[in-house]
């Protein structure tokens, strides 16, 4: 099945803070794992991917955490800025020969100044 | 220049027509999809084109017919169009390895069926 949910989860931070959102999926043979940043009226960025082969990836203010324990992916955010504030994706691949990426319900981060 | 363009942007229509989404990619990837967002932000795989080969058709409409002419451009057509139609439509590439890698989205058609 995917990884689902009945609302659009939100996050409301203060600029400064760090943020962190959270994504559960639900396919154990997923090895491979994205987040997307999706600003207004614009179509998903890449932000950072992590292989099932790791636990944790870091990036340029961000960083992805990968429990594959209990299927559980974060992406965590330092120094929020008001331009962060979008919906974020996590996106997994449900195995290696698999030719398509399966999408969570994504979660709206706002980024009070 | 942008990576994967997709044209128009903006799509209003009544129902019953039928019309065309254009996507194109300058990247030199292999493989295109086709993507569909509701109005919750549901990102929904519908297509995907391997060198311009089906490999991927979701549970979608036989009204939607996608279109690939050659690697760099994946279409999007759809008949008898229908209010539950009313989405955001992504297109996007990847270079496909062992399975799908990161995927580069177009900035997606809003469609109305009025």
């Known amino acids: 099945g995917e990884s689902v949910g009945l609302h659009l989860p939100t996050l409301s931070v203060q600029e400064g803070d760090n943020s962190i959102i959270n994504c559960a999926y639900s396919?154990?043979?997923?090895?491979?794992f994205i987040w997307y940043k999706q600003e207004s009226g614009k179509g998903p960025q890449f932000i950072i991917d992590i292989r099932s082969n790791m636990d944790k990836r870091q990036g340029q203010r961000v960083t992805v955490l990968l429990n594959k324990t209990v299927k559980h992916l974060s992406l965590q955010i330092a120094a929020t800025q008001p331009g962060d504030s979008a919906v974020y994706f996590c996106a997994e691949n449900g195995g290696g020969s698999n030719y398509k990426l399966t999408f969570g319900k994504g979660t709206l981060l706002t980024v009070n100044p | 220049d942008t990576a994967v363009s997709q044209t128009p942007k903006y799509l209003v229509t009544q129902m019953g027509n039928d019309k065309s989404i254009k996507c194109e990619q300058n990247?030199?990837?292999?493989?295109m999809y086709w993507y569909k967002q509701d109005s919750k932000k549901f990102l929904k795989i519908m297509f995907s084109y391997n060198n311009k080969e089906l490999i991927i058709n979701e549970t979608v409409p036989n009204r939607f017919s996608p279109k690939s002419p050659d690697k760099a451009h994946l279409n999007l057509h759809i008949n008898s169009l229908e209010l539950g139609d009313s989405a955001v439509y992504f297109c996007a590439s990847s270079q496909v390895g062992i399975g799908v890698e990161k995927l580069f989205f177009g900035s997606g058609t809003q469609l109305s069926v009025l």
């Open positions: 990247l030199g990837h292999d493989t």
């Open positions: 396919n154990s043979a997923s090895d491979y």
